[in-house]
């Protein structure tokens, strides 16, 4: 009897479900043509395709190639941008009670600095005049946001670069892309809806009930069904880890508004607090996404609208926003028994950094290490397990770094994201370590997304280290960081030289400019980059490695009513149709 898996059924479509389904169609099959895997992907033509993330972290452009998608094309049909970094405006004020700004980069120096850590001494001996936060001395990125040019050199082809960067980009239309890949490569499409799961005497999966094509069996099902879990908690049963005890915003409205002047498209994301919350700005090619995520407990739907609007001033005169519930947290179990989910269903954490795609390709990419014959070895699924609530520990912890060391004395929201909100355990230890020493990764560090110079920077930015005195700073001199400096200008300069702006790259990409950018040559049908497109180590933040000076040292599934029966009211949560989260 075979007793390998012949088939594997996705329910819901969305970002979640395509770019799952684009990802084992690839990796399942293009290697196994003699025996390919059945891949099935189930959606309700009657639910909206939700799109989950505008914004996207430095991770993407390898997990598009690696799927060997046209970059080129990529840009022209989903009204892509590049991405350099995240601006975070007004989390913290000044001794005179304004807000202070700095920039997340994508590139960091990362060589040590007379054999220490070069945050010592940046932390000693502080910048040059005008480079007051840390991303100024050691990341290029701040400078090539505020010149608003690209990552590339106009000659330069697919997922080339001079700097490290990501993408923002339609999540509607990147979820319709992958499913006409997913398609063109031999994914099933089945458009209908579900009436009923069966289970059987082990309470495993074992058929869904369509309305309309009748009985599907299941031999593995990845659960995209958005915030409801239709199946990895409705019917399994596996409980929610609520992380709202540590995170307070539960609320988010977002709208769509014009550029007022396209060519100054800045190549950021823009996180600006307000009293209740923050508002995301996405800059895309064709329009900027941009929305406030808030808390309840501390604003209702309509002050926080009137907050919004204020905040967008004329260009949200004419805007609509409608109010989105979020459920910040996790399942407790994101694979239990025959069923793995993947995307909001498994779980979602602060929208902030920009993670929800980072976390549906990185599950997909477990998925694939630890796939399962029928007899489903728990090994695997507790391995799966484990990974996968570290990753969203470790992004769970980092966004909370950023509330818990605000200064803000203006608004009650920030003084109780400071004062009363509870920290997890593994944030009370890793802000009692940075006390006495700097954060730095090292070959016994388990790292995921952020590294050690993304927790500098937030923690340096936000005034966090102020007063301390490192015993570390004794071993290094002044004179090792002058020389760093003088040679990081340079090493910038050199970066940025020939680096056109950020909207001329676009047009050229585009094609609507004379000449044509380059392509690498990967197609639909290519193979080219790394595995799952990681990084050798591990999957991390990539980072600029140099030598200077020191040397080297949903949708949700709808469930259709049975003809004698109304139809059941939904959770709010589920109807999230036209939205985009950033």
Same mark, same amino acid.
């Given at each position: 009897?075979?007793?390998?898996?012949?088939?594997?059924?996705?329910?819901?479509?969305?970002?979640?479900?395509?770019?799952?389904?684009?990802?084992?169609?690839?990796?399942?099959?293009?290697?196994?043509?003699?025996?390919?895997?059945?891949?099935?992907?189930?959606?309700?033509?009657?639910?909206?395709?939700?799109?989950?993330?505008?914004?996207?972290?430095?991770?993407?452009?390898?997990?598009?190639?690696?799927?060997?998608?046209?970059?080129?094309?990529?840009?022209?049909?989903?009204?892509?941008?590049?991405?350099?970094?995240?601006?975070?405006?007004?989390?913290?004020?000044?001794?005179?009670?304004?807000?202070?700004?700095?920039?997340?980069?994508?590139?960091?120096?990362?060589?040590?600095?007379?054999?220490?850590?070069?945050?010592?001494?940046?932390?000693?001996?502080?910048?040059?005049?005008?480079?007051?936060?840390?991303?100024?001395?050691?990341?290029?990125?701040?400078?090539?946001?505020?010149?608003?040019?690209?990552?590339?050199?106009?000659?330069?082809? #697919?997922? +080339?670069?001079?700097?490290?960067?990501?993408? *923002? !980009?339609?999540?509607?239309?990147?979820?319709?892309?992958? $499913?006409? &890949?997913?398609?063109?490569?031999?994914?099933?499409?089945?458009?209908?809806?579900?009436?009923?799961?069966?289970?059987?005497?082990?309470?495993?999966?074992?058929?869904?009930?369509?309305?309309?094509?009748?009985?599907?069996?299941?031999?593995?099902?990845?659960?995209?069904?958005?915030?409801?879990?239709?199946?990895?908690?409705?019917?399994?049963?596996?409980?929610?880890?609520?992380?709202?005890?540590?995170?307070?915003?539960?609320?988010?409205?977002?709208?769509?508004?014009?550029?007022?002047?396209?060519?100054?498209?800045?190549?950021?994301?823009?996180?600006?607090?307000?009293?209740?919350?923050?508002?995301?700005?996405?800059?895309?090619?064709?329009?900027?996404?941009?929305?406030?995520?808030?808390?309840?407990?501390?604003?209702? #739907?309509? +002050?926080?609208?009137?907050?919004?609007?204020? *905040? !967008?001033?004329?260009?949200?005169?004419?805007?609509?926003? $409608?109010? &989105?519930?979020?459920?910040?947290?996790?399942?407790?179990?994101?694979?239990?028994?025959?069923?793995?989910?993947?995307?909001?269903?498994?779980?979602?954490?602060?929208?902030?950094?920009?993670?929800?795609?980072?976390?549906?390709?990185?599950?997909?990419?477990?998925?694939?290490?630890?796939?399962?014959?029928?007899?489903?070895?728990?090994?695997?699924?507790?391995?799966?397990?484990?990974?996968?609530?570290?990753?969203?520990?470790?992004?769970?912890?980092?966004?909370?770094?950023?509330?818990?060391?605000?200064?803000?004395?203006?608004?009650?929201?920030?003084?109780?994201?400071?004062?009363?909100?509870?920290?997890?355990?593994?944030?009370?230890?890793?802000?009692?370590?940075?006390?006495?020493?700097?954060?730095?990764?090292?070959?016994?560090?388990?790292?995921?997304?952020?590294?050690?110079?993304?927790?500098?920077?937030?923690?340096?930015?936000?005034?966090?280290?102020?007063?301390?005195?490192?015993?570390?700073?004794?071993?290094?001199?002044?004179?090792?960081?002058?020389?760093?400096?003088?040679?990081?200008?340079?090493?910038?300069?050199?970066?940025?030289?020939?680096?056109?702006?950020?909207?001329?790259?676009?047009?050229?990409?585009?094609?609507?400019?004379?000449?044509?950018?380059?392509?690498?040559?990967?197609?639909?049908?290519?193979?080219?980059?790394?595995?799952?497109?990681?990084?050798?180590?591990?999957?991390?933040?990539?980072?600029?490695?140099?030598?200077?000076?020191?040397?080297?040292?949903?949708?949700?599934?709808?469930?259709?009513?049975?003809?004698?029966?109304?139809?059941?009211?939904?959770?709010?949560?589920?109807?999230?149709?036209?939205?985009?989260?950033?």
């Amino acid at each position: 009897m075979d007793n390998q898996i012949n088939e594997v059924t996705i329910v819901g479509g969305g970002t979640a479900g395509w770019l799952t389904a684009a990802f084992l169609v690839r990796f399942m099959n293009l290697r196994n043509k003699q025996n390919p895997v059945i891949i099935t992907l189930i959606e309700s033509p009657n639910v909206p395709t939700i799109g989950v993330g505008e914004a996207t972290v430095p991770t993407m452009p390898g997990l598009l190639r690696s799927l060997g998608i046209s970059e080129k094309e990529f840009f022209i049909r989903c009204n892509a941008s590049f991405k350099l970094g995240v601006r975070f405006s007004n989390w913290n004020h000044d001794r005179q009670g304004r807000g202070t700004s700095f920039i997340h980069p994508f590139d960091g120096i990362s060589t040590q600095l007379g054999g220490q850590n070069p945050a010592y001494h940046f932390h000693k001996f502080g910048g040059p005049p005008g480079r007051d936060n840390i991303d100024d001395c050691l990341a290029v990125s701040g400078a090539a946001i505020a010149a608003k040019v690209g990552p590339k050199l106009l000659t330069h082809g #697919d997922y +080339e670069s001079q700097l490290n960067y990501a993408y *923002h !980009l339609d999540a509607g239309k990147f979820a319709e892309f992958l $499913r006409e &890949i997913s398609i063109g490569r031999g994914v099933n499409h089945v458009l209908d809806d579900v009436e009923e799961i069966e289970q059987d005497e082990r309470g495993y999966i074992s058929a869904l009930k369509l309305q309309r094509q009748g009985r599907h069996p299941v031999e593995l099902v990845i659960d995209c069904t958005g915030f409801k879990g239709v199946i990895i908690n409705q019917v399994l049963g596996v409980p929610f880890r609520d992380y709202s005890k540590y995170l307070l915003n539960n609320r988010a409205m977002a709208v769509q508004i014009p550029h007022r002047d396209v060519s100054k498209i800045e190549p950021c994301t823009n996180s600006t607090a307000l009293g209740a919350g923050w508002v995301w700005r996405v800059p895309l090619y064709n329009r900027i996404g941009t929305g406030y995520v808030f808390s309840s407990n501390f604003r209702s #739907d309509d +002050e926080a609208r009137d907050e919004f609007l204020a *905040h !967008l001033g004329d260009d949200g005169k004419k805007a609509e926003p $409608r109010v &989105i519930p979020v459920r910040i947290g996790r399942m407790e179990r994101a694979w239990e028994k025959n069923c793995i989910a993947i995307g909001l269903s498994a779980g979602f954490i602060e929208p902030l950094e920009s993670t929800a795609i980072y976390m549906i390709e990185n599950f997909v990419k477990l998925l694939l290490i630890n796939f399962p014959d029928k007899s489903f070895p728990p090994i695997l699924s507790q391995r799966f397990n484990e990974k996968t609530e570290k990753m969203m520990q470790s992004i769970r912890d980092f966004i909370i770094l950023h509330y818990c060391t605000n200064n803000r004395e203006d608004s009650e929201y920030w003084r109780v994201a400071r004062e009363e909100m509870e920290l997890p355990e593994s944030v009370e230890n890793l802000l009692e370590e940075y006390r006495h020493t700097l954060p730095v990764n090292t070959d016994f560090d388990g790292v995921y997304l952020f590294n050690y110079f993304s927790y500098n920077t937030i923690l340096f930015s936000k005034g966090y280290l102020g007063g301390i005195r490192y015993p570390a700073e004794r071993f290094i001199v002044r004179e090792d960081w002058d020389q760093r400096i003088a040679d990081f200008l340079k090493y910038e300069q050199k970066k940025l030289a020939g680096l056109p702006n950020h909207y001329q790259l676009l047009r050229k990409i585009r094609g609507e400019d004379d000449a044509q950018v380059p392509q690498s040559g990967i197609s639909f049908g290519g193979f080219g980059g790394p595995a799952f497109g990681a990084p050798p180590g591990g999957i991390q933040m990539p980072q600029a490695t140099v030598q200077l000076g020191g040397g080297p040292m949903k949708p949700s599934i709808r469930f259709a009513a049975k003809k004698s029966e109304e139809p059941a009211k939904k959770a709010e949560q589920d109807d999230l149709s036209g939205s985009h989260i950033l």
